[in-house]
């Protein structure tokens, strides 16, 4: 069975439609359905039902659609890491979780691309746990990450930590204070970044500690919003301080969190490529 006949049988399944499917693959109608008929011959088994509305799929079809999916998938994974394994040396892949760009300083990339000319930079942004999962499964060379890692996988460097703080705006009971405990935010309607960012998860985690579920109001994916909500009064933001100098609203106060989950930004790569040349350039860098 031939994979280019899975991918064909798979355009035709989704569209329910030959004329349709080989459009999209560029191949005949009369050379799509025959890619058909000899995978059916293949597998001794019918895989459609031609009907007036379109191809129906049979149970068998049904069944190979879905297990092919799997498998195709397993292969573009298995060439895309031996991709990998050839341009080592050539290519980094580089993933930052949300939030890390912020204050990762992008001109050290630059700097490493010019030390470093003939290796290109290839880097996306992606959730905490994504980038730790596709440095440990090799997809990507390096991950900038945030919070605890805990796979002994993983060589991991610390470059910067900070506590998380608290957004109170002027005229709640809690503006004066010079400082804050997770204690204070119980019963508190909060303002925070959604699932995808690391100090949700340590507010969630931190408010635990202390014997009780956060009241958080609103999740959301954009830092900016959490001081234009808190200033609309609609709750307590729960941010990192690395946007103080951009607070030029007045009636707004950000006070520190002592006793939160600090956020701290580390490097990780898998432990046996952390001596690299490349890698270890770009550490060294960064560092």
């Given at each position: 069975?031939?994979?280019?006949?899975?991918?064909?049988?798979?355009?035709?399944?989704?569209?329910?439609?030959?004329?349709?499917a080989?459009k999209?693959?560029?191949?005949?109608p009369?050379?799509?359905?025959r890619?058909?008929?000899?995978?059916?011959t293949?597998?001794?088994?019918?895989?459609?039902?031609?009907?007036?509305?379109?191809?129906?799929?049979?149970?068998?079809?049904?069944?190979?659609?879905?297990?092919?999916?799997?498998?195709?998938?397993e292969?573009?994974?298995?060439?895309?890491?031996?991709?990998?394994?050839?341009?080592?040396?050539?290519?980094?892949?580089?993933g930052?979780s949300?939030g890390?760009l912020?204050?990762?300083?992008?001109q050290?990339?630059?700097?490493?691309?010019?030390?470093?000319?003939?290796?290109?930079?290839q880097?996306?942004?992606?959730?905490?746990?994504d980038?730790l999962?596709?440095?440990?499964?090799?997809?990507?060379?390096?991950?900038?990450?945030?919070?605890?890692?805990?796979?002994?996988?993983?060589?991991?460097?610390?470059?910067?930590?900070?506590?998380?703080?608290?957004?109170?705006?002027?005229?709640?009971?809690?503006?004066?204070?010079?400082?804050?405990?997770?204690?204070?935010?119980?019963g508190?309607?909060?303002?925070?970044?959604?699932?995808?960012?690391?100090?949700?998860?340590?507010?969630?985690?931190?408010c635990?500690?202390?014997?009780?579920?956060?009241?958080?109001?609103?999740?959301?994916?954009?830092?900016?919003?959490?001081?234009?909500?808190?200033?609309?009064?609609?709750?307590?933001?729960?941010?990192?301080?690395?946007?103080?100098?951009?607070?030029?609203?007045?009636?707004?106060?950000m006070?520190?969190?002592?006793?939160?989950?600090?956020?701290?930004?580390?490097i990780?790569?898998?432990?046996?490529r952390?001596e690299?040349?490349?890698?270890?350039?770009?550490v060294?860098?960064?560092?």
């Amino acid at each position: 069975m031939d994979t280019k006949d899975l991918r064909a049988f798979l355009r035709v399944y989704e569209e329910k439609s030959v004329n349709k499917a080989a459009k999209q693959l560029f191949i005949t109608p009369q050379g799509l359905s025959r890619v058909i008929h000899n995978l059916e011959t293949d597998l001794d088994t019918e895989l459609f039902t031609r009907t007036p509305g379109g191809m129906l799929p049979t149970d068998s079809g049904v069944y190979l659609y879905e297990n092919s999916r799997t498998l195709l998938q397993e292969l573009d994974a298995l060439e895309t890491g031996i991709r990998r394994f050839r341009n080592r040396g050539s290519r980094m892949e580089i993933g930052f979780s949300c939030g890390v760009l912020n204050v990762f300083p992008l001109q050290k990339l630059e700097a490493y691309k010019k030390r470093c000319p003939a290796i290109t930079i290839q880097w996306e942004e992606a959730s905490n746990q994504d980038v730790l999962d596709k440095v440990l499964k090799r997809e990507l060379d390096v991950g900038f990450v945030i919070g605890q890692v805990g796979s002994r996988e993983l060589w991991v460097k610390e470059l910067f930590r900070i506590q998380l703080s608290v957004l109170v705006y002027e005229g709640h009971p809690l503006y004066g204070r010079e400082s804050l405990s997770v204690q204070d935010l119980q019963g508190e309607p909060l303002i925070s970044l959604n699932e995808k960012f690391s100090c949700y998860h340590s507010l969630v985690e931190r408010c635990r500690d202390f014997g009780f579920a956060p009241d958080i109001v609103v999740k959301t994916m954009e830092g900016q919003l959490i001081y234009r909500f808190c200033k609309e009064k609609i709750g307590l933001g729960i941010v990192v301080d690395i946007h103080r100098d951009e607070i030029k609203q007045d009636g707004l106060r950000m006070i520190g969190l002592s006793d939160s989950l600090p956020w701290k930004i580390s490097i990780v790569v898998r432990e046996e490529r952390k001596e690299e040349k490349g890698i270890l350039e770009l550490v060294r860098g960064i560092v």
